[in-house]
């Protein structure tokens, strides 16, 4: 029983908690920033309508479409690379050679999440290049 209540844990648990520590952390600056510009509000305080602006520049320059790409290449690499160590490791030991290549194919899923950052890298590209040629149609009419 206590055996196999660790590699639940680690698989399960500890994934579940990471995530949810930062959406709460995420979720606590957003609410102190909207805290405080209710404060600047009730006390008369004019906004700056370029305070705005600056955090909407922010999330665009966090939204770059080269991550994509990167993270894309990085994956797929890490994936191929991971793929091959276990290959070779457990093909070169006798009692698991059978079973080497579908361990191996566990690295096949940083290339296949990869391959997603990819596709939608190319994808996001072309339809921003198709945007790009619909509004020049338009302002050309």
């Known amino acids: ?3 196999t209540l660790i590699p639940i844990f680690i698989c399960v648990i500890l994934p579940v908690a990471i995530v ?4 709460m952390s ?3 600056t957003q ?10 509000l009730e006390k008369g305080v004019p ?9 909407q520049e922010a999330k665009i320059k966090r939204e770059n479409p080269m991550k994509l790409f990167t993270w894309g290449v990085s994956l797929v690499g890490l994936g ?4 091959f160590l276990l290959y070779f490791i457990l093909k070169a030991q006798p009692e698991m050679s059978t079973y080497a290549l579908g361990i191996a194919c566990s690295g096949l899923v940083p ?31």
Not at 80 to 83: A, N, P, T
Not at 121 to 132: C, H
């Open 20 to 23: 949810l520590i930062v959406y």
């Open 111 to 141: 290339v296949l999440v990869g391959v997603g950052f990819l596709v939608s890298f190319y994808a996001g590209r072309y339809y921003k290049k198709q945007e790009e040629e619909q509004k020049k149609s338009d302002s050309s009419k």
């Open 26 to 28: 995420r979720y606590r």
């Open 47 to 55: 906004l700056d309508p370029n305070f705005f602006k600056i955090a």
């Open 80 to 83: 191929l690379g991971v793929f």
């Open 1 to 3: 029983m206590e055996s």
């Open 31 to 40: 609410q102190s920033k909207n805290e405080l510009i209710a404060k600047a």
